[in-house]
Each structure stands twice: as C-alpha cells, then as structure tokens.
C-alpha cells in the first residue's frame, strides 16, 4: 500500500535518488514512480544569471493539471525573473532560494486567498534536482491544498 501523503512521498523518492547520488540528479527522476501524484506536481528549471536571488530565472517545465489549479497565470517554458512572480506564485516558491543554498527538500505550508474568495489551505514540498556539475538545476514541486 502506497503512502497517501504527497509530502512523504515526495521526500521519500527523493531520499531514494538520493542514495545513489547525493544530491541526485535531475536525469535521475522517474515520473513513473509517482505517477498517481504527478499532476499534483511542477518543475521548475533555473539559470542563475548573476548572484542575487533576484537575478534567477526560473521557467516551468511541467506543470500538472491539478497544480495548475494553484499555479494560474503560469505557462510552461516562459522564462520569468524570480523577483517577477506574481503574488500568489511567489508565495508558494519563496523557499527556493534555501532550497538552493542548502540542496536538501523542505515543506512548507500556509493560506492564501484564492481567487473565489474562499481561503486556500496548502502544503508544498520542494525537492532539489542538480546537473553534473552539482549545481541546483530544477527543482520539483508537490502541491496539495484544500479550500475552505
């Protein structure tokens, strides 16, 4: 029986990966070990262009139908400045620059109102992913939420 909980699923792949290559790579990933959850989940692509946070860009690579629910206003593959996010998309990423300086997963969690006036209650994993050179180069995120 799987884990229900997207979070302990998240980490719990990724620790897996991680055995193997610490921190694991981003060509590591297999989709199809959380296929169940996947559309719950995005990845984001980063390119730092100079050492400021607010020098990141960040591009959606995916974007799963259920996070799109969440993530209004985002297209795949449009670059965009980390600083450039909107309200609601910066909230939800905010932990990005720890995730990259301390390459290791954290959740987080918190509320937002959405756009229908009702209170988003939301729980998000960021799972750190590197290219060969070791630098962070994506950055999986799990989303799961209900609104109140």
Partial sequence: MFEQRLTIRLVAM???LAELNPPPLFAQLNKSLISDIWSQCAVIRLEQSGADINDLLLAFDYIGDKSRHLLINVSEGKMLRFN????????FLEDVPNVIHSVSTIITSGTLAGIRNKLIKYRICLLPFTNPAGNVSHIMVGFSWIEC
Avoid: A, F, I, P
């Avoid at 450039?84 to 909230?91: Q, S, V, Y």
């Fill in 14 to 16: 990724w620790d897996k």
């Fill in 84 to 91: 450039g996010l909107n309200r609601e998309t910066k909230k």
